[in-house]
């Protein structure tokens, strides 16, 4: 407990510090963002910020990518499990991705945290999470295969760089040069984070930082409790898919959420885990829940620990959406969309209008991995498209955006193809992708490359078996596909090889509808009929 | 006295913000806009603020001057209707953006309006690569029937924005009119409204008679002499710059394909007459220089960093 009870601490303080912890998050951010190397971060933004009070609790998630939020959840417990608090020193570092023993939940998104120091005393952590996008081409039978496993260990020691971890580390993956510069902008980040929350304890004082830090995990629960009250009290029931070119067909999964007066309690039923890399483990379906009943609840629940205190998560152990060791895990984000969709799905029936119709429901992924054939280095390029996003109970849905789990952004066609052998040949929103309704849902997106060298590469998505659905009347939207060029080698699981000058096109999904079509205002029709899906 | 003064044009209000260098002290003039003409708000909101606070308009050291005007003029979609035609494939680029939701968790939230309608977006083939050749030409007649179609759709303004264009000048469309060399007098306009006449049907093989013409950009220049900076040479520090060195830093040196542990200099503490031998590198506030193997770096008795490369 703090020196400084909660109730003595007055709301406006509680704003004005709880507002700066936002502001540290946010600029930590961008210190990453701009200090980073490699294309997914410096472009595409695929990393998120974050401060924890001392035991591992979030105070603060910058407003980056939901999916992240797995990743956070699951490394400061892990680093107190293996180091004991006395044992840390002003200028340690922790480093970890791996998802069963070192609080990731796959192994690109490398995570570093810092313990902040004030007057000798861990008051916070600094911590940041960045997609590396390495280890590719690779295996994905079971988490061996799909790249090296860090626990949480020290990669600065009192401020010193530990040169045996880093040149591990380097060794182990393909693009060593970027993954250095990246993890020192992940560095920086957090160094910007502890200086920033040490200023602000100079300011305010500690404790009462500490105890605003709590009083801000209160109201989020509070907050929290009052959205869940609104909603009727009953068991909510959903069923869905999920498909993904690494299985070739669709897995039947399900929820059953209960709802009980300020309390929520939800239940996910999926497959035995499966030799492939779209399982996911327990942190990503937390982050997946906390993720979509926010959204439909309040969105303006202040993203910490708090709001988790009214919601109990549970899934059967050894499952796609609960897996353990050595389940591959390295899809996982399409899977964790679809979590988000069945919760959306269930709750739909209690409050029909704050939720939206299914979206693509998808990470749709293009990892190309190669050699420069100029100096013989590897280089890889992962990127990740949008989709529609479902149609609302009074507007249609956004089109080409990432949906619910990710939110990364794309990287410019000239961007893309100054850096890698690639030409990128359209980039176009698909007519007839969107699910007609008195709302029609969101349009999907075309992507269609070149190859310029030969290259290896992986696609990976879903909703490509089955399609986004519609609420209240609305039609499906329509699926995605990979379609490939002339002389293109048939892909086995998702995995292909593009020689120069051959194509691929992806398609990502549409979106659902919503409310039956006769309903729709025939003038709008008219004004977007390119969006509505009219085959 | 170096006053430095900035001034935002707004939609409601022209503000005029001084601030005086040395004495830190700041002062704010507020003047209703001029719409038809935002400068006129300008001038006027600047002889007046020179005039309340009683600066000589001779301690003026800088002018910097922002405009919401145009921001206004677009997010409230108030310009002439709009058609975009850009490169094969690529229509819905303007739409998609970052391709990003506008609010993470908020399912209600929609994206700003696209400034030109999907319908008014239209593509012609061409095709640049990223190092400026080209792959598939322009097709003019395409680009003559688009035009067309967009009349026809009522659009008055049309904006073409090819990829790549910034590495083409030619996909500009701009047609530059040369200015006599000789005192410039309103026949010379007139001979300029010729020139433009000529090169447009060169061009494009018409001249739009009945079309306003509009003169973009006029610069005058006047020559004078105001007084010689005074710049002194410092004391000479010797060839040795280990006193300004502040640590090592593994960098990677593209020449050998290597990292290499170079030493940092603080560009504050490097003297006059300082000698470094590179790889190294010079770091300052603003800038860092890299100096790369084989070469040299000087500093001169002004400060300056000469670099001589092998």
Request: charge should be negative; hydrophobic fraction near 40%; proline fraction near 6%.
């Amino acid at each position: 407990m703090s020196a400084v009870p909660v109730n003595r601490i007055d709301p406006i303080t509680v704003e004005v510090i709880g507002s700066a912890l936002s502001s540290i998050v946010e600029e930590m951010g961008e210190a990453l963002v701009r200090a980073s190397f490699s294309t997914n971060i410096k472009e595409r933004r695929d990393c998120s910020t974050a401060l924890f009070d001392r035991h591992g609790a979030t105070l603060c998630q910058a407003e980056h990518i939901p999916m992240h939020l797995g990743s956070f959840i699951g490394i400061i417990p892990e680093i107190l499990k293996r180091h004991p608090v006395e044992t840390m020193r002003p200028g340690d570092v922790f480093i970890g991705n791996d998802a069963y023993a070192g609080g990731g939940t796959h192994l690109p998104d490398i995570v570093l945290g810092e313990p902040i120091f004030v007057d000798e005393r861990i008051v916070a952590w600094a911590v940041n999470t960045a997609h590396h996008a390495d280890f590719a081409d690779r295996g994905h039978a079971h988490i061996y295969q799909e790249g090296l496993r860090i626990p949480p260990i020290r990669l600065y020691r009192a401020g010193e760089l530990q040169q045996d971890v880093q040149e591990l580390i380097l060794l182990n993956c393909q693009v060593p040069r970027e993954r250095l510069s990246d993890l020192r902008a992940q560095m920086a980040a957090n160094r910007l984070g502890v200086q920033r929350v040490q200023a602000l304890c100079r300011k305010y004082g500690t404790d009462t930082v500490l105890t605003v830090g709590e009083a801000l995990q209160d109201y989020a629960e509070r907050k929290m409790r009052a959205g869940i009250a609104t909603l009727p009290d009953g068991t909510y029931r959903f069923a869905d898919t999920y498909d993904s070119p690494e299985l070739g067909r669709a897995l039947d999964v399900s929820v059953e959420i209960t709802i009980e007066g300020s309390e929520m309690r939800l239940h996910f039923d999926s497959p035995p885990q499966v030799r492939a890399g779209i399982n996911m483990i327990y942190t990503a379906l937390l982050s997946s829940v906390y993720y979509a009943v926010k959204a439909v609840v309040d969105p303006t629940i202040p993203p910490n620990s708090g709001l988790a205190r009214p919601i109990t998560v549970t899934a059967p152990l050894g499952t796609v959406m609960n897996a353990t060791h050595p389940a591959a895990v390295n899809g996982r984000t399409s899977t964790c969309q679809r979590a988000a969709d069945l919760v959306i799905g269930a709750l739909a029936q209690a409050a029909p209008e704050r939720c939206i119709a299914a979206g693509n429901g998808s990470c749709t992924t293009a990892s190309f991995a190669g050699i420069d054939p100029q100096d013989g280095h590897l280089w890889v390029y992962l990127e990740t498209i949008g989709g529609g996003s479902g149609a609302r109970a009074s507007k249609d849905g956004l089109d080409g955006v990432h949906v619910h789990m990710t939110n990364t952004s794309n990287l410019p066609v000239e961007a893309l193809e100054v850096e890698y052998p690639l030409t990128v040949l359209c980039y176009e929103l698909v007519d007839g992708s969107a699910g007609p309704g008195r709302f029609r849902g969101g349009m999907g997106l075309r992507r269609a490359y070149r190859a310029e060298a030969e290259c290896q590469l992986r696609l990976d998505g879903s909703r490509l078996f089955t399609p986004p659905w519609g609420l209240n009347g609305g039609h499906p939207g329509r699926r995605g596909a990979f379609r490939f060029g002339d002389g293109v080698e048939p892909f086995v699981n998702g995995s292909g090889r593009l020689r120069a000058g051959e194509t691929v096109e992806i398609i990502t999904p549409g979106a659902g509808g919503y409310g039956a079509s006769s309903k729709r205002d025939p003038t709008v029709v008219e004004r977007r009929r390119d969006g509505a899906a009219v085959d | 006295m170096a006053w430095r003064i900035g001034v935002d044009s707004g939609g409601t209000f022209t503000d005029i913000c001084l601030f005086e260098e040395n004495s830190g002290r700041i002062a704010v003039w507020k003047v209703s806009s001029t719409a038809a003409d935002p400068s006129l708000a300008v001038a006027e909101g600047l002889a007046e603020a020179l005039a309340q606070f009683g600066v000589n308009a001779s301690d003026v050291c800088y002018f910097g001057h922002g405009t919401t005007v145009a921001t206004n003029a677009l997010i409230q979609n108030r310009g002439a209707p709009t058609g975009l035609i850009t490169s094969d494939g690529f229509r819905d680029l303007l739409e998609i953006g970052r391709q990003k939701r506008p609010e993470l968790y908020d399912l209600q939230a929609d994206k700003p309006p696209v400034l030109v309608d999907r319908r008014l977006r239209l593509e012609v083939p061409e095709r640049l690569r990223y190092d400026g050749r080209v792959e598939t030409a322009l097709d003019e007649v395409a680009v003559h029937a688009t035009v067309r179609m967009l009349r026809d759709a009522g659009v008055e303004a049309i904006a073409i924005c090819f990829l790549y264009s910034f590495l083409d000048p030619a996909q500009n469309y701009e047609l530059s009119v040369p200015l006599p060399a000789e005192a410039v007098a309103p026949e010379t306009i007139d001979g300029l409204a010729d020139g433009f006449a000529t090169a447009h049907q060169r061009l494009y093989g018409f001249v739009a008679e009945d079309e306003p013409m509009q003169l973009v950009t006029f610069r005058a220049e006047a020559t004078g002499i105001v007084p010689k900076a005074d710049i002194r040479p410092t004391d000479e520090g010797g060839p040795d710059p280990r006193a300004a060195e502040f640590g090592r830093r593994d960098v990677w040196l593209r020449e050998v394909s290597a990292f290499v542990s170079c030493p940092l200099y603080d560009r504050e503490r490097l003297l006059a007459g300082n000698r470094i031998e590179g790889p190294a590198i010079v770091e300052q506030m603003d800038a860092t220089t890299l100096i790369v193997p084989g070469a040299t770096a000087t500093v001169d008795p002004y400060l300056n960093l000469l670099l001589e490369l092998p």
